[in-house]
């Protein structure tokens, strides 16, 4: 069992002794009273982390592997040789090395992550969260703004290029059953 501190005793002036006992019970006191407010943040913490855990690789992961498999050939495929297909390979390579770069990042960040999820002390570098969470915006944000927007274009003047990529998206995300033999 731990015990508190000792102090020399005072004995020209022993009440002082007792004095001193109550302020330094009531600093500690004071900062025990903090608790309650940091449990609710602590546990934030918990459950973000969590979610983020159970959700970026799988999300991430996958939507990358999507759109490079399915998505960027698609386009690139149905550019019009020359400029525009010279265009759509620059976007398109840009596009993959970001989403390296990205799932290098996070490879860094989730074991650090999931000692978090688990309520575990971690020493995590607040700017590498920033960094991933503005890559990864700036990322979805070019895709939204510029890439998508072409890839519409490129692929909408053959509605047969728009419909097999609608369809080969559909059957990757269909459940495959295995039935009896």
């Known amino acids: 069992m731990s015990q508190a501190p000792t102090s020399p005793v005072d004995t020209d002036e022993p009440l002082n002794n007792f004095s001193q006992c109550h302020a330094g019970i009531v600093r500690h006191l004071d900062t025990f009273g903090e608790l309650p407010a940091l ?3 602590a546990q934030r913490a918990r ?3 969590e979610d983020i855990v159970k959700f970026f690789r799988a999300a991430a992961f996958e ?3 999507e759109e490079e498999r399915e998505l960027f ?3 690139l495929g149905s550019s019009a ?3 525009e297909r010279a265009l759509v390979k620059q976007m398109i390579d ?3 090395r970001e989403h390296r770069d990205i799932e290098k990042q996070w490879n860094a960040l989730e074991p650090q992550l999931k000692k978090v999820a ?13 960094s991933l969470v503005a890559q990864y915006k700036a990322h979805a944000r070019f895709e939204e703004l510029e890439f998508l927007p072409l890839s519409e274009k490129i692929l909408g ?3 047969d290029h728009m419909a097999a990529l609608g369809l080969s998206l559909h059957m990757r995300h269909q459940p495959i059953f295995l039935g009896h033999i």
């Open 39 to 41: 449990l609710a943040p």
């Open 157 to 159: 003047r053959n509605s």
């Open 81 to 83: 040789p020359g400029e």
């Open 73 to 75: 050939p698609a386009v």
């Open 94 to 96: 840009a596009l993959t």
């Open 118 to 130: 688990k309520g575990q002390a971690v020493d995590i570098d607040p700017q590498a969260i920033a």
């Open 63 to 65: 939507h990358h592997e």
């Open 47 to 49: 459950e973000v982390a």
